[in-house]
């Protein structure tokens, strides 16, 4: 990811058209008219030994021939020329290319990766950025920049979509064009061979004149790249993604099920359902359709944030109400129960015209001083998360004035308003005052209440990412070395499985509860390990060849004595022998009944998407599990916050939380074994894919009877196979100050908030003012805590020191962060150390090891700006090789430390 030369790609001073021609069928012409047509202030220079002029502009033969170096160059000759081309673009110094031409549909794979090596290795990038190939262009409104295939100009607006569809992109341009719905940036992605959806979310999610961005995805290739990218912007904008097929996608899934030989661990997972949590652990909200994507984006960049799913619905039709309350419920939301309060006010005002429910009715003929107060009454009740009003026509109203009245009262209110004048020709002119209101307006109800749910989805998509999960428990030491070695041990064999022993050994080294079992290879040995093991136990067939023994007669459960134990020995093995002859028997497993009387079956099963890595699913277990379908998946690394909304998109969870019959299960021991399977898959980069079914879960906790693991040779470590970096625990380290105090030095983690907040409560107002250049308030609220605690680290770190205070509890005394570049090229520092600290080396320790961790990241510079008066921080970066800057004119100092052919220098005296 590198946003190094985008801006000229995206707002250049001069633009070449490499292949521009006078004829209509070809590219080169259409690009020509619409960079002519659409305005654009700079030189627009056509390139092309076939004509004198073309769109009445002079042509040069070469790139070299060009009186000035273009910013941007769309090349629109076939693509086998590109690398030749972009060749002598970049030694012209342009910057981006935007590759139009023919020829990529038309090439097989091998071809394909043969000419995108020949056009990287022309390019360089980032010293020459590549859009395409295979792309429709792009078009920047406020530059009258039309670098496109469209057949149509873009309206300017505040929203940027990024299509990987050549096709979607016209038809959205069209579409958006006939409802009057204008565009900030308009970028057909086409191979990206180079820019990405991480680039240019990257770019646009620091633009301030980009209110929201529009993703259409077909396929992600750098999964980390993208969710890093997408988790950034979206704390500063709503992204929104379409991604299609979701139905086809399932289909495939359950197909490729249908079809599997033998027993699969991947089977039946869907990477559609892969792609939605992706969007949804990066904040983003997936809609389903394009009017969908534009009226999400409407109201969220438009609009107040919704509490919550509760909906105030006012109307004057009976029917339009119904149709909405009936959208609402259908799509998971809930009508707003109003207070005693509000039901006596709208009796006051109604009288006989109101049925005394949700939604509120108004006679037909209702005045506008009618709705609005109406209108003030639902807003006022607590339990009103929103405000839905609906206008049905009917003649001799004036529509217009009470669509006024409602903006004007939308606009005061502090909750959200959206609204639906039915009607077409009569209803135009009132959304056009929502409109100019920004008020959010919809054709239909069915369509506000879906702009509705859509914005109820995007606040809990939000929340996950600044929510504050509980602390694991402290006593969680997995024996990672042992879980290896199993793994280790069956690949040396030749195995890709592991035996169930072996799983519940794995299982049993990240602390998961397993039923305990003895493996025998005779009857007689089976009688004793039940004795041991004492009754009721169940005996299970062992052979590699039979994966799952039940179906061949293989398990017997409830077994009471050794006759019986005996018996059901016999009978396996001669059921066996005449269903599988060739099956060879390695013997028998004996367990303990593990049954709970009461108890949940559940299932966790992980697998290894081919995009975003390891996937866990968790669900509704048991025999009958493909019969129920109740599942939800995830994206490791998993924290309590992350593994209960997991558990939470179950049907099951309705039964885990208890009924009258039954006590609520251990939700928390539910949840504390999905991270250690998380944790699992982090650290044990052989383990490839696992499934433990049933799980029994009850108020006791859960109980293991036994798990499927899959493995194969390690090709990435653990964490880098994951589409989000874990916490990077191998950075933690502990020291001593000069006054003998042990601390430990480590990443922060979203669990540390209420220490954080802690840390900043006992700050100085100097120290605040050293570190913010200003006076600051204290009391930050939850989102800017979340901020400072719940880090991506690819993108930035913070390494918090922390002691134990004589009570036991530990106390946050300093934190150093960093802030890189997507490039890497570049990391700002900050650092804030408690006065009360100051003079026992902590300052040092702090700063050393975070130069120490930027320098091995291969950042090419660490750069910082503290004020004039604020010596200490200036004298500690000159012992660690900073150049120091007086910049007068923002009375700041600017430090900088290049890593480039510079060796570690060693630590200074440790005096800060």
């Known amino acids: ?59 040069y033969a070469t790139v070299a021939d060009l009186p000035k170096t273009p910013d941007l160059a769309i090349v629109c000759r076939p693509l086998v020329e590109a690398p030749a081309i972009i060749d002598a673009l970049r030694a012209r110094g342009t910057r981006s290319v935007a590759l139009m031409g023919p020829g990529f549909a038309r090439l097989d794979e091998k071809s394909r990766l043969k000419l995108r090596a020949e056009i990287l290795e022309a390019a360089h990038p980032p010293d020459l950025r590549i859009l395409g190939p295979k792309s429709m262009g792009l078009i920047v409104p406020s530059l009258n920049l039309n670098a496109s295939l469209a057949h149509t100009r873009s309206l300017p607006g505040k929203t940027a979509f990024l299509s990987q569809s050549d ?55 750098d999964a980390r790249g993208f969710v890093s990218a997408a988790r950034a912007a979206s704390r500063n904008k709503p992204v929104l993604a379409l991604r299609p097929g979701q139905a086809l996608h399932a289909a495939l899934a359950e197909l490729a099920k249908a079809t599997a030989v033998g027993e699969d661990l991947d089977a039946g997972s869907s990477t559609d359902e892969v792609y939605d949590v992706a969007f949804r652990r990066a904040g983003m909200l997936r809609v389903g359709s394009i009017d969908g994507l534009f009226d999400a984006a409407q109201t969220l960049s438009g609009g107040r ?165 509980d602390s694991l428990p402290s006593d ?17 064999e030749g195995r890709s499985r592991l035996t169930s022993m072996e799983a519940k050994d794995v299982l049993t080294a990240y602390g998961i509860p397993v039923v305990e079992t003895r493996h025998v290879t005779s009857a007689r040995e089976a009688v004793i390990a039940a004795d041991q093991l004492g009754y009721p136990v169940a005996v299970k067939l062992k052979s590699p060849q039979i994966s799952q023994p039940q179906e061949v007669g293989g398990v017997v459960l409830d077994l ?47 697998h290894l998407d081919p995009v975003f ?48 019959e039954h006590p609520a299960a251990d939700i928390d021991d539910i949840c504390l074994t999905i991270i250690q399977i998380a944790q699992m898959l982090i650290d044990v980069p052989q383990l490839t894919a696992l499934d433990i079914n049933p799980l029994y879960a009850d108020e006791l906790g859960v109980l293991c009877l036994g798990a499927r693991m899959r493995v194969a040779p390690e090709t990435r470590v653990g964490a880098e196979r994951l589409a989000i970096r874990p916490y990077p625990k191998e950075l ?16 922060i983690r979203p669990e540390d908030e209420p220490a954080h907040r802690a840390f900043i409560r006992q700050l100085s107002d100097d120290d605040l003012r050293m570190r913010f250049f200003g006076s600051v308030r204290r009391d930050f609220d939850h989102k800017d805590m979340a901020r400072f605690t719940q880090i991506d680290y690819d993108r930035e770190m913070a390494f918090i020191a922390s002691a134990m205070t004589e009570s036991g509890q530990p106390e946050t ?56 008066d604020n010596k200490a921080m200036q004298g500690l970066a000159r012992k660690f090789g900073f150049s120091i800057k007086v910049n007068a004119e923002e009375e700041l100092v600017d430090m900088k430390l290049d890593f480039t052919n510079r060796p570690a220098p060693a630590a200074p005296p440790a005096s800060a």
């Open 305 to 469: 944030p919704v509490r919550g799913d509760r909906l105030g619905i006012l109307v004057n039709g009976a029917s339009a109400g119904i149709m909405a309350a009936d959208a609402l419920l259908t799509g998971g939301g809930r009508l707003a129960s109003f207070t005693d309060d509000t039901t006596l006010a709208l009796d006051k005002l109604l009288g006989g015209a109101w049925d005394g429910g949700n939604p509120v009715g108004l006679r037909f003929d209702a005045k506008a001083e009618d709705w609005v107060q109406a209108l003030k009454i639902l807003l006022s009740d607590p339990g009103v998360d929103a405000a839905l009003v609906l206008h049905v026509p009917f003649a001799g109203l004036s529509e217009v004035e009470v669509a006024q009245a409602v903006a004007l009262q939308a606009k005061r209110a502090k909750r959200m308003v959206l609204t639906s004048w039915m009607g077409s020709d009569s209803a135009l002119k009132a959304r056009a005052v929502f409109a100019d209101g920004g008020v959010p307006t919809y054709d239909t109800p069915e369509q506000a209440v879906r702009a509705f749910l859509y914005m109820v989805q995007f606040q809990k998509n939000q929340e996950l990412l600044i929510q504050t999960p």
């Open 1 to 59: 990811m590198s946003l190094t030369n985008l801006d000229s790609l995206f707002s250049p001073k001069a633009v070449a058209v490499i292949g521009a021609a006078n004829d209509p069928q070809n590219i080169g012409h259409l690009v020509m008219q619409n960079l002519m047509g659409g305005g654009f202030a700079g030189p627009v220079m056509p390139v092309s030994r076939e004509a004198e002029a073309i769109a009445g502009v002079l042509t």
């Open 613 to 660: 890595g390891p996937v866990i699913a968790f669900g509704h277990g048991g025999m009958a599990r493909d019969m129920i379908r109740d599942r939800a998946v995830t994206l490791p690394p998993l924290n309590m916050s992350l593994a209960r909304e997991l558990v939470s998109r179950t049907r099951i969870n309705g039964l885990l939380t208890g009924t009258p």
């Open 813 to 868: 005394l300093g934190v150093v962060r960093t802030a890189t570049k997507p490039d890497n090229t570049e990391a700002e520092f900050a650092i804030i150390v408690r006065s009360d600290q100051k003079g026992t080396g902590l300052g040092s320790i702090m700063f050393k090891k975070m130069i120490d961790y930027t320098r091995t990241r291969g950042t090419r510079h660490l750069v910082g700006q503290t004020l004039v």
């Open 167 to 221: 096709s979607l992109f016209t038809t959205v341009l069209d579409w958006a064009g006939s409802h009057g719905i204008g565009f900030s940036h308009m970028i057909s992605l086409g191979a990206q061979i180079d820019i990405t959806f991480a680039d240019i979310l990257d770019y646009l999610g620091a633009d301030p004149l980009v209110r929201s961005i529009l993703l259409y995805v077909e396929s992600i290739h």
């Open 732 to 747: 933690e380290e502990a020291a001593v100050l000069k006054t003998g105090r042990k601390i430990a030095l480590r990443p």
């Open 476 to 492: 969680f030491f997995p024996d990672t070395a042992t879980a290896r070695g199993i793994c280790a041990r069956a690949l040396t």
């Open 560 to 606: 009471e004595g050794p006759d019986k134990v005996w018996e059901a020995a016999a009978n396996i093995l001669a059921r066996v022998s005449r269903q599988r002859p060739d099956a060879y028997i390695e013997g028998f497993s004996v367990q303990k009944m593990g049954r709970r009387a009461g108890a949940h079956e559940l299932f966790i099963s992980a």
